[in-house]
């Protein structure tokens, strides 16, 4: 909905060309947010600049090798074990650097080819198909509110409001759980896009293989368990869900201004999931770059008291999705 069009990928219904469900039932949003946001703040809101992308993904890579070391070097559970935790983050994050090339917010202009090249190096620390998390998360906008067509919500969210179920996303079981969502959203893709699914599938596994084979050739299998199989299986799934419960779970379906969670986040917040809490403000302008999205959220807060969308937080997020058992897609309140 920003005043640029979105990146048309040219995999047919997910191309990010602002069709489907979301844009069939958002009513007067568009006018909403122009009025919200100037149109001279938010041409600036959408300026983007490569080296500030670079140098955010320079700093991660830094912290994924960096931590990946201390596993390796120190047996010392108090300190490879906060390491570990933080790593687990960090994998996330190039999730969410992902994310960014493929709403073509890393350049001033298309760039095909080296928006490719980042996509797959972004994908390949958590071992996620790029070309399906695209077409996934393309998908996503078009048809955000559909309880059937948007791929996280038909495939990925619980389908039984189980405090068990939900507990199994914070543990190795959500890549089953993934898998299987991936699995079934493909069936509906074109045969070419799923081979080339299938290919960075495979070189992802041959590249942790090789990490792993690396580790224990230089240090030792209890290495790999400290800088791999933890980080990993262990804390990653854990941010991921966290990240994800701020994204849609608690959401005022009257108002599709509301469709999204409002997580204003802090500074440390924002450092550790790379801005991803502003996750609705995202949805509303699609080709923000991450970096920019704070200055976004602040412009949008007298927009959200004006309609009572409150801000929430993760530890409220989570008492209301543990212990509360609030069922997903839903209003909380």
């Given at each position: 909905?920003?005043?640029?069009?979105?990146?048309?990928?040219?995999?047919?219904?997910?191309?990010?060309?602002?069709?489907?469900?979301?844009?069939?039932?958002?009513?007067?949003?568009?006018?909403?947010?122009?009025?919200?946001?100037?149109?001279?703040?938010?041409?600036?809101?959408?300026?983007?600049?490569?080296?500030?992308?670079?140098?955010?993904?320079?700093r991660q890579f830094a912290m994924l090798f960096g931590l990946g070391w201390v596993c390796v070097r120190y047996d010392n559970p108090w300190i490879w074990l906060p390491a570990a935790a933080l790593q687990g983050i960090v994998v996330l994050s190039f999730?969410?650097?992902?994310?960014?090339?493929?709403?073509?917010?890393?350049?001033?202009?298309?760039?095909?080819?080296?928006?490719?090249?980042?996509?797959?190096?972004?994908?390949?620390?958590?071992?996620?198909?790029?070309?399906?998390?695209?077409?996934?998360?393309?998908?996503?906008?078009?048809?955000?509110?559909?309880?059937?067509?948007?791929?996280?919500?038909?495939?990925?969210?619980?389908?039984?409001?189980?405090?068990?179920?939900?507990?199994?996303?914070?543990?190795?079981?959500?890549?089953?759980?993934?898998?299987?969502?991936?699995?079934?959203?493909?069936?509906?893709?074109?045969?070419?896009?799923?081979?080339?699914?299938?290919?960075?599938?495979?070189?992802?596994?041959?590249?942790?293989?090789?990490?792993?084979?690396?580790?224990?050739?230089?240090?030792?299998?209890?290495?790999?368990?400290?800088?791999?199989?933890?980080?990993?299986?262990?804390?990653?799934?854990?941010?991921?869900?966290?990240?994800?419960?701020?994204?849609?779970?608690?959401?005022?379906?009257?108002?599709?201004?509301?469709?999204?969670?409002?997580v204003d986040g802090n500074p440390v917040l924002n450092f550790l999931f790379l801005q991803s809490n502003h996750h609705i403000e995202h949805h509303y302008f699609p080709r923000v770059p991450l970096y920019r999205l704070p200055a976004l959220n602040h412009?949008?807060?007298?927009?959200?008291?004006?309609?009572?969308?409150?801000?929430?937080?993760?530890?409220?997020?989570?008492?209301?999705?543990?212990?509360?058992?609030?069922?997903?897609?839903?209003?909380?309140?």
């Amino acid at each position: 909905m920003s005043n640029e069009p979105a990146p048309h990928d040219g995999d047919g219904a997910g191309d990010g060309a602002g069709r489907g469900y979301y844009k069939d039932h958002m009513g007067d949003l568009a006018h909403r947010l122009k009025l919200a946001v100037p149109t001279d703040v938010l041409r600036e809101l959408h300026h983007r600049s490569a080296l500030r992308h670079g140098l955010i993904a320079a700093r991660q890579f830094a912290m994924l090798f960096g931590l990946g070391w201390v596993c390796v070097r120190y047996d010392n559970p108090w300190i490879w074990l906060p390491a570990a935790a933080l790593q687990g983050i960090v994998v996330l994050s190039f999730i969410i650097l992902l994310h960014d090339v493929i709403h073509g917010t890393v350049f001033q202009h298309r760039r095909a080819g080296w928006d490719r090249a980042l996509s797959l190096l972004y994908a390949a620390p958590s071992a996620i198909a790029a070309s399906q998390f695209k077409r996934w998360h393309l998908d996503h906008h078009d048809e955000l509110g559909s309880a059937t067509e948007d791929p996280k919500r038909a495939h990925l969210s619980p389908k039984r409001n189980a405090r068990w179920l939900k507990f199994l996303y914070m543990t190795p079981g959500l890549f089953v759980i993934y898998a299987k969502a991936a699995a079934t959203a493909a069936k509906r893709y074109p045969p070419e896009l799923r081979r080339v699914i299938a290919l960075e599938r495979l070189g992802n596994v041959v590249l942790h293989l090789s990490v792993i084979a690396a580790i224990w050739h230089f240090a030792d299998g209890a290495a790999v368990v400290r800088a791999w199989l933890v980080p990993i299986f262990g804390f990653f799934p854990a941010a991921f869900t966290v990240n994800r419960l701020g994204q849609h779970y608690w959401v005022d379906k009257t108002d599709p201004a509301k469709w999204g969670t409002r997580v204003d986040g802090n500074p440390v917040l924002n450092f550790l999931f790379l801005q991803s809490n502003h996750h609705i403000e995202h949805h509303y302008f699609p080709r923000v770059p991450l970096y920019r999205l704070p200055a976004l959220n602040h412009r949008l807060r007298p927009f959200w008291d004006g309609i009572g969308h409150p801000s929430r937080s993760y530890p409220r997020l989570l008492w209301k999705w543990f212990v509360e058992n609030r069922a997903p897609h839903t209003n909380w309140d």
